[in-house]
C-alpha cells in the first residue's frame, strides 16, 4: 500500500464482531478528506439479467474489485461489491493506478462481456461539499476475514453523480486487460 499520512487509516478502524453493531455509528469513522471513491457498475445490468446473463453481469461488477486490488497491490482496502458493480475507498496517491485499472477494466467488459462499465473517481471532499459524509466501519466476519461498511449518504451521491455524467473515467485502449 502506498505510506501517506492517512494511507494505513483503514487499518487503524477498529473491528467489531457482532453483527448489530453494524447499526452503530461509534462503529464509523470518517474517511480522510484526501481519499477518493472509485466507483462502477453496470450500465442497464436489470436489462442483461433479464436476458439471463445474471454471472456475466456479477463477473464484470467483481473485477473491478480484483483489478484494484492487483493494481494498487492492495489487499485491505474498503470496499462493497453490489453484484452489478463496487466501490472502493482509497487514498488520493492511488488515483492514477486505479484510473489506470478502471480503465482496462471498462474496455475488457465492453471487448469480452458485452457489457457497459461505468466508472469513476470522486473525492470525498466533494462528497463532504455536498452536504453529505463517508464512513468506514469494518465488520470481523471471521478471524481472518473483515468487510467494510459505509454510511453518511456518500456512496450513493457518488453513485448517482457518477451516473449523470459529473464523474467519469473513459475506457482503455481497445485489447487493454486489467490484472
Known amino acids: 500500500m502506498v505510506e501517506t499520512a492517512d494511507g494505513r487509516f483503514y487499518d487503524s478502524v477498529p473491528l467489531f464482531d457482532a453483527f448489530e453493531g453494524v447499526a452503530d455509528e461509534a462503529n464509523y469513522r470518517p474517511l480522510p478528506d484526501s ?3 472509485a466507483v462502477a457498475d453496470i450500465v442497464n445490468s436489470t436489462g442483461a439479467i433479464a436476458e439471463g446473463r445474471y454471472k456475466t453481469v456479477n463477473m ?3 473485477s473491478v474489485i480484483s483489478a484494484l486490488m492487483n493494481a494498487l497491490e492492495e489487499k485491505s482496502m474498503p470496499f462493497v461489491f453490489g453484484g452489478d458493480g463496487a466501490l472502493a475507498a482509497l487514498p ?3 488515483q492514477d493506478r486505479a484510473r489506470d485499472a478502471l480503465a482496462a477494466v471498462k474496455t475488457w467488459v465492453a471487448e469480452e462481456l ?3 462499465l461505468r466508472a469513476a473517481l470522486v473525492p470525498v471532499s466533494d462528497i463532504r461539499a455536498n452536504g453529505l459524509d463517508m464512513r468506514v466501519a469494518r465488520f470481523k466476519a471471521s478471524e481472518e476475514v473483515s468487510y467494510a461498511m459505509f ?3 456518500g456512496a450513493s451521491w457518488a453513485e448517482a453523480a457518477m451516473k449523470a455524467g459529473r464523474y467519469s473515467v473513459g475506457a482503455a485502449i ?3 486487460r486489467p490484472d
Open 92 to 94: 488520493a496517491p492511488m
Open 35 to 37: 481519499w477518493i471513491l
Open 114 to 116: 458485452g457489457l457497459d
Open 60 to 62: 464484470a461488477g467483481a
Open 151 to 153: 454510511a453518511g449518504g
Open 174 to 176: 481497445p485489447g487493454s
